[in-house]
């Protein structure tokens, strides 16, 4: 266990999550370290599949703290994002003819932003995932501003709740819309983009370790031609780390044609992409990859 007050520079950063087969670059460990030392949200950006919503689930194994995950999604609002009051509970109350207050803390429901700052204990402290922005409604983000801004969430029947320690944010987003610029101001922001050939090949020895050395190479270069395709879903690290988990299942040695027409259904997921790989495209990237590899070998 790590606490995230001890850590001291962005190579730790870089160094802890290696250690659970999280594979960083210098830019998203420098990001994280001023997320911790800030205290600010981290905004990621970037392609579905690229390991933005794994790094909020990697720094929960780190510093074991607990993970709540907040999914946005069209119509999410304040009683599913925040809290709502046990109205069941509630009506029973008032049958019995209870004098208590039914609008007090005994009737509140926590959902994820309340639960994510009311928290007592250090050890409760939590990591908030705030997944895929992008999919909410634009106003939702307005009723965040508060509790990103101040740690804070104001009931009407209560008053304000406000965070001992502010949760460890992190907020993503896959584009399909812009996020706000007030919702920005709040946040840290980084890019997370596909990794490079030498950082894949270090995510994907992390994750199946007695991959064939040869044929891990070819994964890479292959999905590094497909990605310079027009598709409509480009591959990210999961599928390749699920293609390439396929390939060593089935026990082949070696991308070919065969292998590609059993197996591309793990790397690719639209059928349109998987036609136009099929009938134009395969052959000609696995001639490539081949004259690169050989290019590599013989450095």
């Known amino acids: 266990m790590v606490n995230e007050k001890q850590i001291k520079s962005v190579e730790e950063i870089t160094s802890q999550l290696s250690k659970i087969g999280y594979i960083s670059n210098l830019g998203l460990s ?21 390991g933005k919503t794994d790094l909020a689930k ?16 069209e119509g999410l609002d304040m009683s599913s994002a925040a809290y709502e009051w046990n109205f069941a509970a509630q009506m029973i109350s008032i049958q019995k003819g209870d004098s208590e207050n039914i609008y007090s803390k005994k009737y509140l429901q926590e959902r994820p932003l309340l639960k994510s700052i009311s928290a007592i204990k250090e050890e409760d402290f939590p990591i908030l995932l705030i997944d895929e922005i992008d999919r909410a409604d634009p106003p939702f983000e307005a009723f965040l501003l508060e509790v990103l801004s101040d740690w804070q969430i104001t009931i009407p029947e209560i008053g304000t709740i406000q ?14 819309r812009e996020v706000h610029d007030a919702l920005k101001r709040r ?9 490079d ?19 891990l190479k070819s994964i890479i270069h292959f999905v590094k031609e497909i990605r310079k395709i027009e598709l409509f879903k480009q591959p990210g690290i999961a599928e390749t780390i699920d293609w390439a988990q ?24 639209n059928q349109d992409d998987i036609k136009k790989l099929k009938d134009s495209e395969a052959s000609k990237i696995l001639s490539t990859i081949q004259a690169e590899i050989s290019l590599i070998n013989r450095k």
């Open 30 to 50: 420098t990001s994280i370290y001023l997320l911790l030392k800030l205290k600010k949200p981290l905004l990621l950006e970037g392609e579905a599949g690229v």
């Open 58 to 73: 990697s720094l929960s194994k780190i510093f074991s703290r607990p993970l709540i995950r907040l999914q946005c999604y």
């Open 163 to 176: 965070a001992k320690e502010p949760p460890i944010v992190i907020i993503t987003s896959n584009r399909t």
């Open 187 to 195: 946040c840290l922001y980084h890019f997370v983009d596909y990794p």
């Open 197 to 215: 050939i030498q950082q894949e090949l270090k995510i994907l020895k992390s994750r199946i370790p007695n991959i064939n050395e040869e044929l």
């Open 246 to 269: 396929a390939i060593t299942e089935l026990n082949y040695i070696t991308i070919n044609p065969e292998v590609l027409e059993s197996t591309i259904g793990t790397l690719l997921k």
